[in-house]
């Protein structure tokens, strides 16, 4: 059974870090990346990284957010937080499907 347990979200204030962790279990994934979400908006990709692809980052975080992963655990450290940063991040993984985390809300205070 495929289950991504995320942790690290929380409270922060403007240029402030945090560290957000997910732990994919039950398969090996080749795809790992986290997503965010505000409400009333489209989940948009953060970052991604992959076995053959690399990395890949979104415009908004480039510079400032930086992923990574060991085995099946994916990180995501991100640095000079700003207040749209705020969001719900999902850790995301793919092999076959996109299976998803239940998420942990990261609120950067101005």
């Known amino acids: 059974q495929v289950q991504l347990v995320e942790s690290g979200g929380g409270l922060v204030q403007a240029g402030g870090s945090l560290r957000l962790s997910c732990v994919a279990s039950g398969t090996i994934f080749n795809n790992l990346g986290w997503y965010r979400q505000t409400p009333g908006k489209r989940r948009e990709l953060v970052a991604r990284i992959s076995s053959v692809a690399g990395t890949y980052y979104a415009d908004s975080v480039k510079g400032r957010f930086t992923i990574s992963r060991d085995k099946n655990t994916v990180y995501l450290q991100m640095n000079s937080l700003k207040p749209e940063d705020t969001a719900v991040y999902y850790c995301?993984?793919?092999?076959?499907?996109?299976?998803w985390g239940q998420g942990t809300q990261v609120t950067v205070s101005s």
């Open positions: 995301w993984a793919f092999t076959y499907s996109d299976y």
